[in-house]
């Protein structure tokens, strides 16, 4: 089945590569009924203190991990790897859930509010942020104004706004912005997939794509 997520933006060349893995992920996040390979924080074990929480916490641990590396770095992944190399990445087989088959590394994040991973595919201007949980209108709320708020001279537009069912993670809803200059080929598309569901292998998924 062909993935949904950004069908709209098939007619952008410049995006279409990237944008392909990303909708992988995305339709993964929303249909899997496999769990993923999220590793448990070192600084909680077993889990109790991420697990003891607030979902504000956890929304505001994920909208500081995305944005000191998938979007402070978005036009420069190649420093991104740099600054990550020190750190221990997941085992391939288990990256692979993350990557969806793309070659590319996975960082899990270590936090005392959850559960949290970076990924990055070999060769695409793509970086993506997984949450295991995570509270979705607070995690809603950050994105929308963070995504709202371009540059100048860009100028951002909302692209994507769908909701997918399925039994194992519930309802997902997935937004998309695009910043865009005028008589520029550049690019930057942001989007957040989210799930509310207390079933849900994950609960947020957000990401940067970034065409020069």
């Not at 339709?27 to 003891?52: E, F, H, L, R, V």
């Not at 970076?118 to 994105?143: E, H, K, M, S």
């Not at 865009?180 to 207390?198: E, F, G, M, W």
């Amino acid at each position: 089945m062909k993935p949904a997520l950004f069908q709209a933006l098939r007619a952008r060349p410049l995006l279409a590569a990237t944008a392909a893995v990303l909708a992988l992920s995305a339709q993964a996040y929303a249909q899997s009924t496999t769990k993923p390979a999220a590793p448990a924080n070192p600084s909680t074990p077993g889990g109790a203190a991420a697990s003891a929480s607030t979902p504000a916490q956890q929304a505001e641990s994920f909208a500081n991990i995305f944005a000191t590396t998938c979007a402070k770095y978005a036009s420069n992944l190649g420093a991104l790897r740099t600054k990550l190399a020190p750190l221990p990445t997941m085992p391939a087989d288990k990256a692979n859930y993350f990557l969806q088959g793309q070659p590319g590394k996975v960082w899990p994040v270590p936090d005392p509010h959850g559960s949290f991973v970076v990924a990055i595919p070999d060769g695409q201007n793509l970086c993506a942020v997984y949450a295991r949980r995570v509270g979705v209108p607070q995690t809603l709320a950050w994105f929308k104004k963070m995504a709202t708020e371009a540059p100048v001279p860009m100028v951002a537009r909302q692209v994507q706004d769908s909701k997918s069912a399925s039994p194992q993670n519930g309802t997902a809803h997935t937004i998309a912005y695009e910043w865009a200059a005028p008589d520029s080929t550049k690019r930057v598309l942001y989007s957040l997939t989210t799930s509310a569901s207390p079933t849900a292998d994950l609960q947020g998924l957000a990401s940067v794509t970034y065409a020069p």
